[in-house]
């Protein structure tokens, strides 16, 4: 045997996505009359906007998503929450509009998936056949890879880094009961991480915060990595210009190569290679993966294990056929944003659109991100990319001309508050009647 | 619909040889990719500007601005970064899409 497995499911996931022969095959007798099923799992950014464009653009695709939560909270903007800027309503969504654009839309959690036999299963004992599944499943925290983050210390340690009124809500709660002079204590996973510039962010929104209520506080940023992973240049600015940083007065302590190992809810102290640090509040956002249904479904191929590998032309996953991965679960070079995964949403669903008809997928996409960060002082500044696939080189390549702001602006602010509602809009098919609430 | 679908023909006509239903697609996508700024369809809520139902002419013509940089500072904080990653071709598919768009 010249010919591995690992080569044939290589070899069988490229013929997938470059020809429709396979494709076809697999979903057989679809080409009759039998609509095509997909099955979607997750109705966050990805999720929800690949399926709002499948039915756009092919009524005929028989959609069903399965997704436990009843509203849609929002990570972009939660930030703003813990300033005191926006309260959690401001940034909680209907799914109405996505329920009513879908076939089926089934309000639970998938506990098993079964790739041979193309089924989902969820906690509720329902199964699911498809043609195609699509797991938008987000991110997997890893706990058990900081000593003592157990059940108990969850109630008083949050990562808030997914949004919702136990985490976000409560890590604001947390802020307010603290007295003034107190030390918040925040982390920075290793990359490749959900936002990059997402804790720069919340440490200017905390600070903010602190400005205006608390001004003798102060904050330990504890990051994983060497440097600030994201926007540095625009990040040090803000941190200089309003908080003070690079003096002694400065509200901010940045501390790289500082990852936590460990926490302890009742010394509220956080353990890293060096030393243990105290916090009043702590904020500890554990190492993450790819989402559980992604390990279900056997898909969890890259950067030893964590993450997914796809074909950019279609998302399938490089290992099992017939599973595509979208968002913050997929190992590409994007960054994890929600602009990506409602982007990689359109692709994805783009693709699946081509290949289902008997046709071929773009072979040449280009697909864009911008994230914008807020400062919590009125301005914003954003990072922009535009990638272009290269078949050569499998890759997706950042074109030329990308880059950051110049510097922070009213204007960028007034941009990012209409790139939010704009990309909830998009993601849950909100009407032009809806009222956004949401500040920047 | 009749004049629908003569429209449809001759922007067929205009940007050449359709091969396929996949460069209709292609652009479809494009497109789409635009709407998580400026809103589904082009329709933006709030500060950016919509896209839906601009002039093709000006639209090429703005975007070949933000590239060169004739249109910049305040008025291009973001666009620049984004056209520079399209082709001229690319530039008169999009337009022709939002043009079309009511
Ligand atoms: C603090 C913070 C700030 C951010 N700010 C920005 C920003 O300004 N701009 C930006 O672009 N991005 C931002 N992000 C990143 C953005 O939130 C993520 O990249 C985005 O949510 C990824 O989308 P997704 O669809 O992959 O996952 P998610 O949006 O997390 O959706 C996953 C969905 O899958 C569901 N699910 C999970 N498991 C199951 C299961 N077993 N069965 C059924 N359903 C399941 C979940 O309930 C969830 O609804 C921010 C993130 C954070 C944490």
Redesign the interface.
């Known amino acids: 045997m010249t010919f591995d497995r690992r080569d044939f499911l290589k070899a069988s996931a490229g013929a997938a996505a470059l020809g429709t022969l396979s494709a076809c095959a697999s979903n057989g007798g679809m080409a009759k009359s039998a609509r095509p099923k997909v099955v979607i799992v997750g109705a966050g950014f990805g999720g929800s906007t690949c399926a709002r464009y499948l039915k756009l653009w092919d009524p005929n695709i028989e959609v069903t998503v399965i997704e436990p939560n009843d509203v849609f909270t929002s990570c972009p903007f939660s930030n703003t929450v813990l300033a005191g800027i926006n309260q959690m309503a401001d940034i909680t969504m209907p799914y109405d509009y996505v329920k009513k654009a879908v076939d089926q839309w089934v309000p639970d959690k998938v506990t098993a998936i079964d790739t041979g036999k193309r089924t989902v299963t969820t906690k509720g004992g329902k199964t699911f056949a498809y043609d195609r599944l699509v797991l938008a499943g987000g991110i997997e925290l890893m706990y058990d890879k900081v000593q003592g983050y157990d059940e108990e210390a969850r109630k008083t340690i949050k990562h808030a880094w997914k949004a919702s009124p136990d985490q976000t809500g409560v890590l604001r709660q947390q802020l307010e009961a603290m007295p003034d002079g107190g030390v918040f204590v925040m982390s920075v996973p290793m990359s490749p991480y959900r936002c990059p510039p997402g804790p720069y962010e919340r440490a200017c929104m905390v600070a903010s915060y602190f400005k205006k209520a608390k001004p003798k506080s102060k904050i330990i940023i504890l990051d994983g990595n060497p440097d600030i992973a994201s926007k540095k240049g625009l990040f040090v600015a803000a941190w200089t210009k309003h908080f003070g940083y690079g003096t002694d007065k400065s509200m901010i302590e940045f501390r790289p190569n500082n990852m936590p190992r460990a926490v302890d809810p009742k010394k509220m102290m956080v353990g890293t290679e060096f030393d243990d640090v105290k916090g009043d509040v702590i904020n500890v956002v554990p190492p993450m993966r790819a989402a559980a249904i992604c390990g279900m479904a056997g898909v969890r191929d890259g950067n030893n294990g964590t993450w997914c590998t796809i074909d950019y032309r279609s998302f399938e996953s490089k290992v099992v056929p017939n599973v595509h991965v979208l968002g913050d679960s997929a190992l590409t070079n994007f960054p994890k944003s929600g602009s990506v995964a409602n982007n990689t949403g359109k692709m994805c669903a783009a693709a699946l659109v081509e290949m289902l008809n008997g046709r071929q997928p773009d072979q040449a996409p280009v697909v864009t991100n911008t994230c914008y960060s807020g400062t919590g002082q009125g301005t914003g500044f954003h990072v922009a990319t535009v990638f272009r696939y290269d078949p050569a080189g499998d890759k997706m390549v950042a074109q030329k001309g990308g880059g950051v702001s110049k510097e922070e602006s009213e204007l960028e602010m007034a941009y990012m508050e209409s790139w939010a509602t704009n990309v909830w809009a998009d993601t849950l098919g909100l009407p032009e009647s809806y009222k956004f609430t949401a500040k920047g | 619909m009749k004049k629908g679908i003569i429209l449809a023909l001759l922007a067929a006509g205009a940007l050449g040889v359709i091969t396929?239903?996949?460069a209709d697609?292609?652009t479809?996508?494009?497109a789409?990719?635009c709407?998580?700024?400026?809103?589904?369809d082009g329709?933006?809520?709030?500060?950016?500007p919509s896209l839906a139902g601009l002039d093709k002419a000006y639209f090429v013509q703005q975007m070949k601005d933000f590239?060169s940089g004739v249109r910049s500072g305040?008025s291009s904080?973001?666009m620049?970064?984004?056209?520079?990653?399209?082709t001229d071709e690319?530039y008169e598919k999009l337009g022709e899409w939002f043009a079309k768009i009511k």
């Open positions: 396929s239903a996949q697609s292609r479809r996508f494009m789409a990719n709407g998580y700024c400026h809103g589904p329709k933006s809520r709030g500060a950016i590239r305040p904080t973001v620049h970064h984004h056209a520079m990653g399209y690319e």
